[in-house]
């Protein structure tokens, strides 16, 4: 991630006016307001960093942001959806070319984005009491609904799920990409992502995936993004090691990767990963609450980094540390025999 020093940006004044106008959504909490973590603050100030002799944005193309299950990443959204629908998120610049402030969009169309109706309202159902709970924002935004909210000059904000080829050529000025871990090519996700992604080039406008770690044999748009994006803001915390099955090791990768997100109950955590342990699927439980991008306890191997791997033509050297494994079969299987080169991987 690009340290903030490095860039001018309008990050503290976007996080200003979403602790001035949003409010937490729901929970005993309910109406207060929304004051962001520093861990969503340094995002906001990166997200809107400005390289300024270029006069544009240090991450032009959008931003990946990876954090554990209920990190707080669907109430943060619904709080940047606000800001770029009525806050300060184009830059302005002085006659000597320096950043002096921050204006709205003239008409802002933004989507939230999923590869099903379910996925939307994650953010949606957030979003709409953010709003509606706001005195300054209810005034501003008062026209609300399940399916769209119209915002004044023309502008408005929608759910929009997987049918890619009716979104052909739509002008959106900023999109939040949601749960892009299970954005996959079945599913019709990374032809969504494609399109979504050159609508908003045409716009200047950006957009923000959101996910947990990603199980590295599906290809996912969560994936492809992390591994090879250009011009994408990348915010993920990299768990410290420890086991998943050895609670003290546990709880130490927890505290480090929920950060300050001070609503986690981790005891809470802890009884739903001993049940996927339990079940035989820890894999699940390190990706979605260590945050660890690791394949499925039913997966083989990882196909792709096979790929990278592989070498038609090539002999481990004299001495080298090869180690090998077996897969065996009782019934009606395969057997599989596996050498590794310790050093190379091949």
């Known amino acids: 991630m690009v340290a903030v020093s490095e860039y001018a940006t309008l990050g503290p004044v976007v996080t200003d006016w979403i602790q001035r106008h949003c409010v937490i959504p729901d929970g005993p909490h309910m109406g207060e307001p929304f004051v962001l973590t520093d861990e969503m603050v340094a995002f906001v100030n990166n997200f809107y960093a400005v390289d300024v002799k270029a006069q544009r944005w240090a991450f032009p193309r959008g ?66 009491p953010m ?62 992502a494609d399109n979504q992604r050159r609508n908003l080039a045409g716009m200047g406008g950006r957009f923000i995936e959101t996910t947990n770690a990603y199980d590295p044999v599906e290809n996912s748009v969560a994936q492809r993004t992390f591994e090879n994006e250009p011009g994408v803001l990348l915010d993920d915390r990299e768990p410290v090691a420890g086991s998943v099955r050895n609670k003290r090791e546990r709880r130490k990768v927890l505290k480090q990767v929920y950060g300050d997100s001070w609503w986690v109950d981790l005891d809470r955590i802890e009884d739903e990963i001993d049940a996927l342990v339990s079940h035989g699927d820890g894999a699940q439980a390190e990706r979605f609450f260590l945050n ?30 090869v180690v090998m494994g077996v897969d065996g079969a009782r019934h009606d299987d395969a057997i599989a025999v596996v050498a590794t080169e310790v050093k190379t991987g091949f």
């Open 131 to 192: 709003i509606q709970l706001s005195d300054s924002l209810n005034m501003e935004i008062a026209d609300t609904g399940l399916t769209r909210v119209n915002l004044p000059g023309g502008g408005y904000i929608e759910p929009v799920t997987a049918s890619a080829r009716s979104r052909l050529g739509q002008r959106i000025t900023f999109a939040v990409q949601d749960e892009v871990h299970s954005w996959v090519q079945t599913n019709g996700g990374l032809q969504l």
């Open 292 to 321: 660890r991008k690791i394949a499925s306890e039913g997966a083989a191997f990882d196909v792709e980094a096979f790929k990278k791997l592989a070498k038609a033509k090539y002999r481990p050297a004299q001495g080298a540390v």
């Open 63 to 128: 931003a990946q942001l990876m954090r554990p299950q209920k990190w707080g990443k669907g109430p943060f959204s619904a709080a940047l959806i606000c800001a770029e629908a009525a806050g300060p998120v184009l830059p302005v610049f002085d006659e000597n070319g320096e950043l002096v402030s921050g204006r709205a969009w003239d008409t802002p169309w933004i989507q939230v984005t999923a590869v099903s109706e379910d996925q939307t309202a994650n953010v949606f159902r957030a979003l709409l």
